[in-house]
């Protein structure tokens, strides 16, 4: 069994300019205390295409944990514009926030995220060059891709398979809330169309970015400066 369960994720300052940062506040259950650290780190999807355009945001060691109940604001700088491939600047994307023990992954959290324009002159007729000042972000945060990965909490195994893949609501207990949204994982995971360019273009962006959502990719570690607050309840 986990030692440590999400017990909520709220998307704070949503929707947002594309260059206010990224907020999230974590609620998570401890089980037992824990020794060591965990890692959590937020990454931006920067294309479908390729992994090459990931960029890892931010990433923060909390602990020793004690058994209880914590929460903490983790916050990151936004994306750097021209890491972003043009093509991909402006439509839907993906978030997510991952957590790792030992560097063992057990549990990311994904949000598609969609990037346009205000002005409806501007979505209509997109500059040739994003222009990265004008874009809303919005994170389609009513129902996140929730991945679970079996890892062994000390250190005399190897990780296991991956355990589940659910969507609960962030706005419900993580544990209450599986079984009722489980029904609506596939697709676009109940994503409101209304939330999303009008263009079909934005519905098969999220069908690109879905493996990008559970999928057991390894990142390299690195860590920057964060704006966190951290409360053991």
């Not at 109940?190 to 263009?199: A, R």
Request: glycine share 6%.
């Amino acid at each position: 069994m986990a030692k440590v369960q999400i017990v909520n994720v709220e998307v704070l300052d949503n929707p947002s300019p594309f260059f206010n940062p990224f907020q999230f506040q974590i609620t998570f259950d401890c089980i037992e205390n824990l020794s060591d650290d965990l890692e959590w780190k937020i990454i931006y999807v920067g294309s479908a295409e390729s992994d090459e355009y990931d960029q890892e945001l931010d990433s923060v060691l909390v602990g020793p944990v004690p058994a209880g109940r914590h929460r903490f604001v983790f916050q990151a700088d936004p994306p750097k514009p021209e890491l972003i491939p043009v093509q991909d600047a402006v439509g839907v994307t993906v978030v997510i926030i991952t957590c790792t023990y030992h560097t063992r992954e057990f549990i990311r959290v994904g949000y598609f995220v969609n990037n346009e324009y205000n002005d409806p002159d501007m979505r209509e007729n997109p500059p040739e060059i994003p222009n990265f000042p004008k874009l809303m972000r919005n994170i389609l945060d009513s129902k996140p891709r929730v991945t679970r990965f079996k890892i062994n909490w000390d250190d005399n195994a190897e990780n296991g398979a991956v355990d589940e893949e659910t969507p609960p609501s962030p706005q419900t207990n993580f544990g209450s809330s599986i079984e009722e949204v489980h029904s609506g994982c596939e697709g676009t995971f109940g994503v409101d169309q209304g939330h999303l360019n009008n263009s079909n273009n934005g519905l098969s962006s999220m069908s690109d970015h879905q493996e990008k959502l559970s999928k057991g990719q390894i990142y390299e570690n690195s860590t920057d400066s964060m704006d966190m607050r951290m409360f053991v309840e």
